[in-house]
C-alpha cells in the first residue's frame, strides 16, 4: 500500500519500561509517515532500543547493533545502553547516532538525517491509542520515569536520573485511549510505582470532571472506572502500600477495583544485607505488612524478587532468607544471582561470594520456592477463577488468572478453549482441574447467564 514510504526496521530491547519507550518512538514514526518493516533487508535504517542493566543485557544489545550493521548498514542506537556512548562507539564505530532512554526528539532527529520523511495522511492514520508492541488486550502504562532511591546493586538512578512523575490526568487519558482501543488488562509500571507523585507533591489534575491527586492510591481509584484489570508493578515496600491494599477487596461494576495483586521486589530478608543493600531493613515490619494485606484481601497474590550471593551474604544470612521464604509462603517469586553491573556501589563491597557458591544458593532457593509454589496452585484445584485469554494454541487456550502478569508469571490453559470459541481478550469463568509448579489446567465453568 505504502511501498514507496521510507521504512524503518526496529529491534526493542529490555524490560517493559523500555517496549513503552519502543510504542512511543514507533508511533511518531507512524505518525510521520514510515513504515515499519519487519526484515533488515526491507528496511532503510534500523533502530535498536538496547538494554544496559546487567552485563548480560549490555552483551545482548551490543550483538543485536552488531547483526543490525552487518545485515542492513545503517543503525540508529538508543535506549540504556545509549548512556554509554564510548563502549558502544567500541564495538561499533559506524552507528549512526547513539542516544538514551526516553530520548525520542533524538531518536527521530537521526532518523530524519538518515531517511527524510515522506508524510502522507490519508495513508498513515494511526490510532489514536498510538502503536503497541504487547497483545491487543493488554498494555503497559508507565507512570514514572527515574527513582529516588539508590539500592547500591542498581544503575538505574545513574541511567535514568531522580523520580520525574507524568500528571496524573495525562496517565489516567492514556489509559482512556488504551481501553477504547481494546485493552483489557492494565499494568502500571515505573522504577517504583509506590512513589508516584512524590516529586511534584501530589499535584491535583482533573479526568471526567473529578480531581485526582498524582498519587498511587488516587490513580488506581481513576484506572478502577475504566471497568477493566489494573496490575501494579515495582511497587517498592513502603508502608503507604498498605493504603492501595483495601481497593483490592473492593468491586466496581463487579470488577476488582485493583487486582489483588502486589510485584513488590523484596530482594533479601537479612536485615544487615538489606542494609548494604540501601533498601529498607525492618524485615519483621515486612512479615506484619504481609500479614496484614493477607487479612484485608485473603486472595491478595504477592510476587517478589531477591538476589542470592550479594557480596558478603554469609551462609547464615542465606538461611535467614530460606526461612523467611518458607514462613512466608509467597506466591511468586522470581530470583537472581548477584551479578556486579558496572558502576554499581555495590561492587566495591568487600567478600564477593564465589560464582559457584551463588549458583549453588540460587538453585537452592529456587528448588524450596518451586515446592511453595506447587503446594499453592494445587490449593487452587476445584476453584472457579476469572480469566482473561491471552492466545489459542491447538484446542487449549492460554489464559491468566488474577493471580498471573503477563511474561513473568504462569498461565491457565484451558483445555476446551477452542470449542468454547474463546478468542483473546475474552474474560471467562474456568474451574481449575490441576496444577504443577508453574501453571494452572482448566476447564470452562458452566457460564452464569
Ligand atoms: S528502587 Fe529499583 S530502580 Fe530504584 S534504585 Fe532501587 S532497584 Fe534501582
Same mark, same amino acid.
Given at each position: 500500500m505504502s511501498s514507496s514510504q521510507p521504512k524503518v526496521g526496529f529491534v526493542s530491547l529490555g524490560c517493559p519500561k523500555a517496549l513503552v519507550d519502543s510504542e512511543r518512538i514507533l508511533t511518531q514514526l507512524k505518525v510521520e509517515g514510515y513504515d515499519i518493516v519487519p526484515t533488515y533487508d526491507d528496511a532503510d535504517v534500523v533502530v535498536v532500543n538496547t538494554c544496559g542493566f546487567i552485563d548480560s543485557a549490555v552483551a545482548e544489545s551490543l550483538d543485536a547493533i552488531g547483526e543490525a550493521l552487518a545485515e542492513n548498514g545503517k543503525v540508529i542506537v538508543t535506549g540504556c545502553l545509549g548512556k554509554k556512548p564510548e563502549q558502544i562507539r567500541a564495538a561499533h564505530p559506524d552507528v549512526l547516532s547513539i542516544s538514551g532512554p526516553q530520548d525520542y526528539q533524538s531518536v527521530m532527529s537521526a532518523v530524519h538525517q538518515a531517511l527524510p520523511p515522506k508524510h502522507d495522511p490519508f495513508l498513515d492514520l494511526v490510532p489514536d491509542y498510538g502503536l503497541k508492541l504487547t497483545p491487543k488486550h493488554y498494555a503497559y502504562l508507565k507512570i514514572s520515569e527515574g527513582c529516588n532511591h539508590r539500592c547500591s546493586f542498581c544503575i538505574i538512578p545513574s541511567m535514568r536520573g531522580d523520580l520525574v512523575s507524568r500528571p496524573v490526568d495525562q496517565v489516567l487519558r492514556e489509559a482512556e485511549r488504551l481501553v477504547r482501543g481494546g485493552v483489557r488488562e492494565l499494568l502500571v509500571i515505573s #522504577?517504583?510505582?509506590? @512513589? =508516584?507523585g512524590v516529586d511534584v507533591r501530589y499535584a491535583p489534575g482533573t479526568w471526567q470532571d473529578r480531581s485526582y491527586a498524582t498519587r498511587m492510591k488516587d490513580l488506581c481509584e481513576g484506572l478502577s472506572e475504566l471497568g477493566v484489570w489494573t496490575r501494579l508493578h =515495582? /511497587? =517498592?515496600?513502603? %508502608?503507604? /502500600?498498605?493504603?492501595? /491494599? %483495601?481497593l483490592m477487596a473492593e468491586t466496581h461494576d463487579g470488577m476488582p477495583k485493583l487486582l489483588p495483586y502486589l510485584d513488590i521486589p523484596? #530482594?533479601? @530478608?537479612s536485615p544487615r544485607i538489606l542494609k548494604l543493600m540501601k533498601r529498607p531493613g525492618a524485615i519483621d515490619k515486612v512479615r506484619e505488612r504481609i500479614a496484614r494485606w493477607r487479612g484485608i484481601c485473603p486472595e491478595i497474590t504477592i510476587r517478589s524478587t531477591f538476589i542470592v550471593g550479594f557480596p558478603g551474604e554469609t551462609d547464615a544470612e542465606f538461611e535467614e532468607l530460606l526461612d523467611f521464604i518458607e514462613e512466608v509462603q509467597l506466591d511468586r517469586v522470581g530470583a537472581f544471582a548477584y551479578s556486579p553491573v558496572e558502576g554499581a556501589a555495590a561492587n566495591a563491597l568487600p567478600d564477593p561470594v564465589p560464582e559457584a557458591l551463588k549458583q549453588e544458593r540460587l538453585a537452592r532457593f529456587m528448588a524450596l520456592q518451586a515446592d511453595i509454589s506447587a503446594d499453592k496452585l494445587a490449593a487452587k484445584v476445584g476453584s472457579v477463577q476469572r480469566v482473561l485469554v491471552d492466545a489459542l494454541d491447538g484446542d487449549l487456550a492460554i489464559a491468566r488468572s488474577m493471580a498471573d502478569a503477563p511474561e513473568i508469571d504462569g498461565t491457565v490453559q484451558i483445555q476446551d478453549g477452542f470449542d468454547a470459541g474463546l478468542k483473546p481478550g475474552d474474560f471467562v469463568d474456568v474451574t481449575i482441574m490441576g496444577s504443577d509448579e508453574h501453571d494452572l489446567f482448566a476447564l470452562v465453568a458452566p457460564q452464569d447467564d
Open positions: #522504577q517504583d510505582t509506590s @512513589a =508516584y =515495582y /511497587v =517498592y515496600p513502603y %508502608p503507604h /502500600v498498605d493504603d492501595i /491494599v %483495601p523484596f #530482594q533479601h @530478608a
